[in-house]
């Protein structure tokens, strides 16, 4: 069984780029810091793509109903993500069974990013809130700073705020995630190895905002809960689109 298994991946890998799933678009093969390039690219593609859809205006300016169609956009997007990550790592690792995700492999981290992005939008607004607030204050009083540096800034902090706790999470890597990265090597102890990234990324994102940011658990729910029907709606809308699309 073992070898059929390892026949069909070959066979597989000869049409599905495994290689570049696996390694987020060869950011595995950089020399050193891969996983936190990993995270970094797949919020600034997916950021730059939805400023160029939506609007700044619109993205930055508009929460929280901005929040929750892009919440809804990375919900979607996880999903995706997480089957050709499946796919792609089962794929590799009959090509070339040494590579783990202590190197070559950091899909993982990329939906990782991804999905905490859409599990903890209440709590990035909350502190995206915050942040800018006191940005604006120290602009206002002390530097005069012009219109375009402050959407600038208003973009970095939406942009960051995600990727730095779920960076302080991949610093401290907390338990299972070292065991895991030590005791296994295949495609679902790496998945749930970023699944645990994304755990311990949102708890750290909800406490922060529910500690210093004024969140309460009333709004994320309600939040939460427009979130899941943006997400259906987007659903609904995508394959309405699809079957318009095959009909004519």
Known sequence: MGIFFQFLGKMLGKVFPAKIVSSFLGVGYLPGWQHYWSSFLILFITDIILMLTYGGDFILYKMPNSGIVVAAIFTKLAIVMLV??????????????????DENIVIQIA??????VAFSMPAIMSIYYIVSKFYLSIC??????????????HLFFFFIIPYLFFNIVEVIKPWPISTIQ????????????????????????YLTAFIFCDLTMH?????NKS???SSIALSDYFHGTIKKISIE
């Open 84 to 101: 050709l990550q499946l796919v792609g790592i089962s794929i590799f690792h009959t090509q070339d069974p040494s590579a783990s995700s």
């Open 111 to 116: 939906s990782g990013q991804v999905m905490t």
């Open 140 to 153: 206002k009083a002390i530097l005069q700073c012009p219109f375009w540096f402050n959407d600038l800034m």
């Open 182 to 205: 030590l005791s296994y090597n295949n495609a679902i102890s790496i998945t749930f190895e970023g699944i645990f990234h994304v755990f311990y990324a949102v708890i750290l994102l």
């Open 219 to 223: 709004d994320a729910i309600v939040l």
């Open 227 to 229: 979130i899941k029907e």
